[in-house]
């Protein structure tokens, strides 16, 4: 991805600051406040592309360790007592701006990016259907993590193709570098969320891990 001379003074100027040793999460707001007309999304791509780092998106910015938990997941590599993060940072946006608090809402949601033949990520976002209409969206956080003590999932066959979700995981605690506030209106991809019935979730999962079309209404 192609970056503006304003980004790549914005990336310049955070990763030079990653490399300095500081106790508390480093606040990129202010440093894209130096910057004019950077869009969120491709600082963080740029960002991905120049330094290895684990991204999480929540709606907490007050986070100083990440803790494992279990989450309900019905991919196999979901279903562990981990931190998870990506490698892709639109993804982690995802988790930023979705409020999981106010709403009774479940989530269907991926990357995938093409290995063999390499090509570009495609995304998936979903929502339940009965909480779509009402904008479940809020402005979160997306942190940037150390990748070391990360481990990736596994790619494989998918749909005649090699393929890879650039999911993360830690069984252990993990400290953040830094964070950057976001907005709904931030994330590149809000007019295409669809919606879901929740009670067809496995229905969904399964469609997607095996890249068979998307269960109809």
Known sequence: MSSSPSAEAAIDEL??????????PLDVDALLG??????????????AERRRLAFHGTGDGSIESFEPRQ????????????????SDPVWAMFYAIVDRYRYEITLNNGCLLLLDPPGPPHY???????VLAKQPWRSGYVYLLPAD???????GPYGGYTAQ??????????????????????FPFLDQIRGHADERLAEYAQAV????PWPDF
Do not use: N
């Open 209 to 212: 891990m095996t890249a068979s």
């Open 71 to 86: 989450p309900i997941d019905f991919a196999p590599f979901g279903d562990q007592k981990a931190v998870f993060a990506t």
């Open 34 to 47: 130096r910057h004019d007309d950077v869009e969120p999304w491709k600082f963080l791509c740029g960002v």
């Open 124 to 130: 998936y976002f979903s929502v339940s259907r009965q």
């Open 165 to 186: 979700i650039p999911q993360l995981a830690s069984p252990e605690p993990v400290a953040p570098l830094a964070r950057l506030h976001v907005s709904p209106a931030d």
């Open 149 to 155: 003590g990360f481990v990736e999932q596994p790619g």
């Open 15 to 24: 990763l030079s600051a990653l490399d300095d040793e500081r106790d508390a």
